[in-house]
């Protein structure tokens, strides 16, 4: 053995979407100067070199089959071994296996005479069984086919858990690894996927090592591993855990490592240096590396060994991503060039070809945005965005098409794949200037901008996956969610994360998570803390949880739509234990009557919900177009992480009319924003906001906080000890009127603002008991016999508590104000402290 400077050029989730069209050829340009600069080089990827969607799709119109483009990209790219990503197997093993295999058949752009070759490259998975494979299908290819003994040379079209790569020489192990968690988050038909536990790395280390082993025995010293777990945390521990690999290349994270000096693209930042430094079990040095996926970046790694295999140094300098965006071009060239000129001339023809395939589904519009559709990665997988709220609310309208009773509606955050919009940085500008615009006009498609197209609608949710209809308890609802939040850490973008509609929830993802087995609940989860379900207005039409615990009947019924890939446990969902009734749309006839807009895809698939919603509600003429732009996890409503933001899911909110907002059983905010709004606490002690209008607020019993805000309000404290602030304008405060209260029912009463110059107090005397002439003016609210007063046999008397001073009607008559009631002003009376006193009522 002898020592050696390595290059190692590598990718992870090229999984293209509609910028690959521009990036896959600026990728292949990057590469091929970087190439150049180092005799010995490897070229790696980590997996998901495709993805369902558009760019996949459009293969079919190109060459019959779905996805044959992505394959010649990346044959083109010169890959020399690439780990089995989850999204390889989305479509299900037969859509992967149509993909490995020559097929002279097979013709058209960047295929030369002799037709489609198949992957120039092996698949490796030491942990996926591919031998158990089979379909009674005869025409589906069987992936058992592909298998070659593990530790040879790289052969095409064929799948392994190693192979032996020999560069300047030496020869280099190569390895691949899968997530565990794959039959959860992908279609995985009869593969066995291990360990079966996907949280338990020790058992996945264990099998990895075995392989490696196996390397090393036949004196191979140097190992790379290609894995594809999901969270870059798992490799970083992987790194930790096996002896006598030397670089773990990560995949499916998109974790953008990168050095501090890098260049990057615009709006991008970096999630760690590059590389990440581990010692292995065997007290070796580990370099974790890492880049962000879809075509943006070209990471490179060069990396000295000594005799032993041992990583000595890596070049600081040189060592690092590449920006695949034209200045990054540029940059590599030390010249202005055109990328088209320097990329593989594969690549190049089978863009084109995409392009053209694609552009006439960017004509054919069903909606409107005036702001920027946020589907961000790490966005849609840690918070509420405003396309997670879109796409929610579209499948629950379809489901309420099919069946009225549908009131909630629940999806996965990591299905939503794209933004619909447009994201960069202005010429010039920083991060800080980061710009998100609605969609971009299309002229050679007759698309405007902000308008919404069909390209649009594939490109962000790529899986288009069925609609399915379930029922679930109450408690059930709340057992779901905690799965959704579950896997949430600060640094974590787990798939499982929900976007919903028609209910509103708050988490605290410092609590106890939930844990299933096959059976149930093992653990239960404390993580939410509210969950209400609320009517298209985002009014409350059901508490379900409060304080983490289940309000009322908890076996009361609650009928959801979600997905059809997590109604069957995709992502880990529990509906396979929770779910009843399971009705899945795809099997079902189009209602009468119901939205048939779109043709363009399947009824009650998530792409064609989409596209009916906008096309009612939010239509290609903008009137009215979508307007609600994306906010930070701060000021989030549906979906409140208790670490940035406090709990308001149960606040009763008001919208821009004439509210009547009634409260529950249990503490209640309610606010009526504007309006002139009646708003009726209940039981409970309540908060009430009236901000502005003419608004009433009854406390009703309980200890109360009534804010009537701007405008002439009434605030009526009911039973209990309640604090009144009347706000600007003239306010009328009113003590336990409306119904008859015991004398033991009265508490004490506050009021913050009372303004003698204008403020009134109105007090119904039936509503009272005349208190004895010996209670003490500790009682400070009293009713006495007046013989001044004509009209009714008591009158009242407030007095002043902080100085003792008696406020009465100064005439010492009755006001005739009718109801049995008296008012008493404060105009003239001698108020000391006019903002602090306090009444008994």
């Known amino acids: 053995m ?113 037709g489609y070759l198949g992957t120039q490259f092996p698949y490796l998975s030491t942990n996926i069984d591919f031998s158990l494979e089979f379909d009674d299908d005869e025409d589906t290819i069987d992936l058992a086919d592909f ?70 025995a036949t004196g191979i010293n140097k190992v790379i591993l290609l894995t594809h777990m999901q969270q870059i945390s798992i490799e970083e521990e992987l790194a930790e855990l096996l002896t006598d ?40 040095p580990v370099l974790v590396i890492n880049t962000d996926g879809n075509y943006k ?21 040189l060592s690092g991503v590449y920006a695949t965006d034209d200045e990054g071009v540029d940059r590599v060239y030390e010249e202005d060039v055109d990328p088209e000129d320097v990329a593989d001339p594969t690549i190049v023809a089978v863009t084109n070809a995409i392009n053209e395939n694609i552009s006439d589904r960017d004509g054919n519009i069903f909606g ?45 955050g990591g299905g939503i794949r794209d933004n619909i919009g447009q994201s ?73 994360f929900p976007q919903v509609g028609g209910l509103a929830f708050s988490f605290d993802a410092t609590q106890q998570a939930i844990e299933f087995d096959d059976t149930g609940v093992v653990t239960d989860g404390e993580r939410v803390r509210s969950l209400a379900i609320v009517d298209e207005n985002g009014a409350i039409a059901d508490v379900v949880v409060s304080d983490g615990e289940i309000v009322g009947d908890a076996d009361r019924e609650i009928r959801l739509v979600t997905l059809g890939f997590i109604a069957g446990g995709g992502d880990s969902y529990p509906f396979p234990l929770l779910g009843e009734d399971r009705v899945d749309l795809a099997d079902e006839s189009l209602p009468s009557g119901a939205t048939n807009n779109a043709n363009f895809t399947n009824n009650a698939t998530e792409q064609d919900a989409l596209a009916e919603y906008l096309s009612v509600n939010f239509p290609e003429n903008g009137n009215p177009s979508f307007s609600n732009a994306d906010t930070p996890p701060e000021q989030d409503e549906r979906i409140q992480n208790l670490s940035v933001r406090q709990d308001t899911v149960l606040v009763i909110r008001g919208g821009d009319d004439d509210d009547t907002l009634v409260g ?96 009134i107090i109105l007090i119904n005397r039936t509503t009272f008991t005349a208190i004895d002439s010996g209670d003490s003016f500790e009682d400070i609210f009293a009713t006495v016999t007046s013989d001044n007063d004509a009209a009714t046999e008591d009158a009242v008397i407030v007095y002043n ?29 001698p108020v000391v402290d006019a903002d602090n006193f306090s009444f008994v009522g």
Do not use: C, W
């Open 2 to 114: 002898e020592p050696i400077q390595l290059q190692i050029l590598h990718a992870a989730d090229q999984e293209a979407g509609i910028p690959a069209i521009e990036d896959a050829v600026n990728f292949s340009a990057v590469m091929n100067a970087l190439e150049d600069d180092f005799t010995n080089t490897l070229k790696l990827s980590s997996g998901d070199i495709y993805i369902a969607g558009p760019f996949f799709n459009a293969s079919d119109g190109i060459y019959g089959e779905p996805g044959i483009g992505d394959i010649l990209i990346n044959n083109a790219l010169g890959f020399q071994a690439v780990a089995v990503g989850n999204h390889e197997l989305d479509l299900g093993t037969g859509a992967f296996a149509n993909l490995i295999p020559a097929n002279s058949e097979i013709t058209g752009p960047g295929i030369d005479e002799g």
């Open 297 to 317: 970046y070209v990471g490179r790694l060069i990396a000295d060994f000594d005799e032993n295999g041992i990583i000595t140094s890596f070049d600081e300098d």
């Open 801 to 829: 508590t902080d100085n003792g001073n008696l406020f009465y009607n100064q005439n010492g008559s009755d006001a005739g104000l009718g109801n049995g009631g008296l008012f008493v002003t404060l105009d003239n009376a």
């Open 147 to 216: 298998i070659v003994e593990d530790g040879g040379a790289p052969q095409p079209n064929t799948i392994s858990g190693s192979v032996v790569i020999e560069v300047g020489g030496e020869e280099i192990g190569i390895v691949g690894a899968t997530t565990p968690a794959l039959p959860a988050i992908s279609s995985t038909g009869d593969l066995v996927v291990s360990p079966s536990d996907s949280d338990d790395i020790a058992a996945l280390a264990e099998i990895i090592q075995e392989t490696v082993d196996e390397l090393t």
């Open 664 to 759: 529950s059983d249990i503490d209640d905010t309610i606010i009526g924003a504007e309006g002139n709004d009646f708003l009726y606490g209940r039981d409970g002690d309540d908060i009430l906001e009236g901000r502005p209008g003419f608004d009433r607020l009854f406390g009703g019993s309980g200890n109360d906080t009534l804010n009537g805000g701007q405008g002439r309000d009434r605030l009526n404290s009911g039973p209990g000890d309640d604090v009144m602030t009347g706000g600007a304008s003239i306010d009328r405060f009113i003590f336990n009127t409306n119904q008859a209260y015991d004398q033991d029912d009265f508490g004490e009463d506050r009021i913050t603002d009372f303004d003698i110059e204008q403020d």
């Open 368 to 412: 409107s945005t005036d702001v920027f559709l946020n589907g961000t990665r790490g966005d849609v997988r840690t918070q509420e965005t405003n396309l997670g709220n879109l796409t929610a609310d579209a499948n629950l309208f379809i489901a309420q098409e099919y069946d009225p009773d549908v009131v909630v509606s629940i999806k996965n």
């Open 424 to 496: 960069f940085i202005p010429p010039g500008g920083t991060s800080d200037d980061l710009l998100q615009l609605p969609p971009a006009g299309n002229s050679f498609a007759g698309k405007e901008e902000g308008q919404i197209s069909q390209l649009d609608i594939e490109n962000s949710l790529r899986f288009n996956n069925d609609l399915s209809l379930l029922t679930v308890t109450a408690e059930e609802l709340k057992q779901i969610i905690e799965h959704g939040v579950a896997a949430t850490t600060d640094d974590s973008t787990p798939g499982q």
């Open 245 to 284: 690999v030397d670089v773990i290349m990560a995949g499916g994270s998109n974790t953008l490592l990168a050095r501090e000096d890098d260049p990057l693209r615009d709006g991008d930042t970096r999630g760690g240096s590059y590389p990440l430094e581990f010692t292995s079990a065997s007290d070796e």
